[in-house]
């Protein structure tokens, strides 16, 4: 009997632990196939998902509390590298948005430390709860440097998509005016030309690029 309600406790923390996963999968596959509603509100989406991940982080929390409370030192070494696991683990998932990594990795780390400095009876206890503070912060720091990087990258993509549709637009622009014109660089090479230039002139934007735009007035065609 005393074996049955040991792991009674486990077996249910781990039932929970994938009934959440679970409803993770289901979220997002709803997620991609519920377009019309995401375009509606999209806000919907991203508040189930926080609110789930924030019930995943408080469930791991009950369970680092649980398990390491009145443990002994190597049970809740134990414990603690899972937690840390866990946490680490999850950066590249959640970094993208730090509310969500705070609110999965913050709780389970900072049980790990409540155990050890509420239940401790030993400078080991205290030293293990002040090593899962440090390693807090060393992965919330990681996590902010890459949700950083992926910031300035999504911002990058987006400024160079915008400014090629610029220049898209901009060459519509150049090549539909009635108006001939020639590009050069500062030494008169020929970078491009447009419709009406080619018209007046004869010559085609391939036969024109990379010539010397001098030519045109020491001879005309004779010299391409």
Request: glycine residues 8%.
């Given at each position: 009997?005393?074996?049955?309600?040991?792991?009674?406790?486990?077996?249910?923390?781990?039932?929970?632990?994938?009934?959440?996963?679970?409803?993770?999968?289901?979220?997002?596959?709803?997620?991609?196939?519920?377009?019309?509603?995401?375009?509606?509100?999209?806000?919907?989406?991203?508040?189930?998902?926080?609110?789930?991940?924030?019930?995943?982080?408080?469930?791991?929390?009950?369970?680092?509390?649980?398990f390491s409370w009145n443990a002994s030192?190597?049970?809740?070494?134990?414990?603690?590298?899972?937690?840390?696991?866990?946490?680490?683990?999850?950066?590249?998932?959640?970094?993208?948005?730090?509310?969500?990594?705070?609110?999965?990795?913050?709780?389970?780390?900072?049980?790990?430390?409540?155990?050890?400095f509420v239940g401790g009876t030993d400078?080991?206890?205290?030293?293990?709860?002040?090593?899962?503070?440090?390693?807090?912060?060393?992965?919330?720091?990681?996590?902010?440097?890459?949700?950083?990087?992926?910031?300035?990258?999504?911002?990058?993509?987006?400024?160079?998509?915008?400014?090629?549709?610029?220049?898209?637009?901009?060459?519509?622009?150049?090549?539909?005016?009635?108006?001939?014109?020639?590009?050069?660089?500062?030494?008169?090479?020929?970078?491009?030309?447009?419709?009406?230039?080619?018209?007046?002139?004869?010559?085609?934007?391939?036969?024109?690029?990379?010539?010397?735009?001098?030519?045109?007035?020491?001879?005309?065609?004779?010299?391409?």
């Amino acid at each position: 009997m005393h074996l049955v309600r040991w792991w009674f406790l486990p077996l249910t923390w781990w039932l929970v632990i994938m009934l959440i996963s679970v409803l993770r999968v289901e979220m997002a596959r709803r997620f991609s196939q519920d377009e019309a509603r995401l375009a509606a509100d999209p806000k919907l989406w991203q508040r189930r998902y926080v609110l789930l991940i924030a019930v995943l982080g408080a469930w791991w929390a009950i369970g680092a509390i649980v398990f390491s409370w009145n443990a002994s030192h190597e049970e809740r070494f134990l414990a603690g590298l899972v937690v840390a696991a866990m946490a680490a683990g999850s950066i590249s998932t959640f970094a993208p948005l730090l509310e969500l990594y705070y609110l999965y990795a913050a709780p389970m780390v900072l049980s790990v430390a409540a155990v050890s400095f509420v239940g401790g009876t030993d400078i080991f206890d205290w030293l293990f709860g002040l090593v899962a503070l440090v390693y807090l912060y060393g992965i919330s720091r990681s996590a902010g440097y890459l949700n950083e990087t992926l910031s300035n990258s999504i911002a990058l993509a987006i400024s160079e998509r915008a400014m090629a549709d610029e220049l898209r637009f901009a060459n519509l622009v150049y090549q539909a005016i009635g108006d001939a014109v020639l590009i050069t660089d500062a030494a008169g090479g020929v970078l491009a030309c447009n419709a009406a230039f080619e018209k007046m002139s004869g010559y085609g934007s391939a036969e024109m690029v990379g010539r010397n735009s001098r030519e045109l007035g020491a001879g005309g065609h004779d010299h391409f």
